[in-house]
């Protein structure tokens, strides 16, 4: 048995190193059950403060560790992060100016479908970014959403197609209304474009005075400037609805960046963003990517 009262506190002595302040000091990926609004997020989280004093061993990572525990208290919130960024710093005084957290996880939220009275469960991944420096505090959201954008090109392409395919097919004939419908719903459709599932990066900054965390509005402006978010549950019916978006919502890459842009150009509490899309085409065997940003450097 360790008969000793004392234990050896490596990370309070001088380093015999020569001065050198750190930029970030901390740990990465530590486990924490936490709450955006109801929804549970299993989060990992990297906390760490700056080590100013160049000439401190170490840091004190249980105090950071021990204050993560105040976010679980409540639903993550700007006052929240705030609080236990204040808490990393007060418990590192004379070492420390500047906190970090950073949060990533699944956000699993219920989506309805487009027609049926249906609806599943769809995880965003989603990032937020904390820090508490001289210069106040900041905060980041980042999110993910998944869509689907048919080309605009292969649209087109398709169509020409389906008009040389009406020329030959009716041009020995008179038009006749019932002929072509039922033409229209046979053969006369003989090429479709296509289309990619596709992702979209948004991140935003929030001012430092923001008292919520604006994820929703974030997805839902981005998921209506879209018009194409993969779906949950789907019947035929909303199958045939989705068909109909995406022919009402042809994309390039450019395209899409541009209406989530415009969205979050209009949306108010924000102080800059970034954004970046990717299609994963299925005519290539690599991406269509755009990215845009605004009040970002
Ligand atoms: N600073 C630092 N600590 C580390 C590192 N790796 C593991 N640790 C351990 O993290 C543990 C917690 O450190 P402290 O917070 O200083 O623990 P403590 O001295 O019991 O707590 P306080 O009395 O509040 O200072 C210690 O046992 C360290 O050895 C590292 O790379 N840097």
């Known amino acids: ?3 000793q009262t004392t234990l050896p506190d490596i990370a309070a002595q001088r380093s015999t190193q020569p001065a050198a302040p750190l930029d970030w000091v901390g ?3 530590i486990a924490l059950p936490l709450r955006l609004g109801e929804q549970p997020i299993n989060a990992q989280v990297d906390a760490g403060v700056s080590l100013d004093d160049g000439q401190a061993r170490g840091i004190h990572m249980s105090r950071l560790y021990l204050a993560l525990a105040d976010l679980q208290l409540e639903p993550l919130s700007p006052a929240t992060l705030r609080r236990v960024l204040e808490d990393f710093l007060r418990s590192h005084q004379g070492l420390s100016h500047c906190a970090h957290l950073e949060l990533r996880g699944d956000w699993l939220i219920p989506r309805p479908a487009l027609i049926s ?3 599943g469960y769809k995880a965003y991944p989603l ?13 980041e959201l980042g999110l ?3 869509y689907s954008s048919t080309c605009p090109c292969s649209a087109a392409l398709a169509r020409q197609l389906i008009q040389q395919r009406f020329a030959d097919d009716f041009a020995d004939r008179p038009l006749d209304y019932d002929a072509l419908h039922a033409w229209l719903g046979s053969t006369g459709i003989v090429a479709t474009p296509h289309s990619q599932r596709s992702e979209a ?3 935003v900054r929030l001012p430092s005075e923001a ?9 839902d402006g981005a998921e209506a400037a879209l018009g194409t978010a993969v779906q949950t549950a789907v019947k035929r019916a909303d199958e045939q609805a989705f068909a109909l978006a995406n022919g009402q919502n042809l ?7 541009r209406r989530v842009h415009q969205a979050l150009l209009a949306m108010p509490g924000i102080n800059g963003f970034h954004i970046q899309v990717t299609h994963a085409e299925s005519l290539h065997a690599h991406d269509a990517v755009a990215s845009t940003s605004h009040c970002w450097c």
């Open 127 to 139: 990032t937020l970014s904390a820090r508490l420096d001289p210069a106040g505090f900041h905060l």
């Open 251 to 257: 994309m390039f890459c450019e395209d899409a960046a």
């Open 144 to 146: 993910r959403l998944d």
């Open 117 to 119: 009275p249906l609806a």
């Open 27 to 29: 740990m990465r990926g």
């Open 211 to 219: 008292n919520s965390l604006p994820f929703l509005a974030l997805l």
């Open 201 to 203: 990066h948004i991140r």
């Open 1 to 3: 048995m360790n008969r």
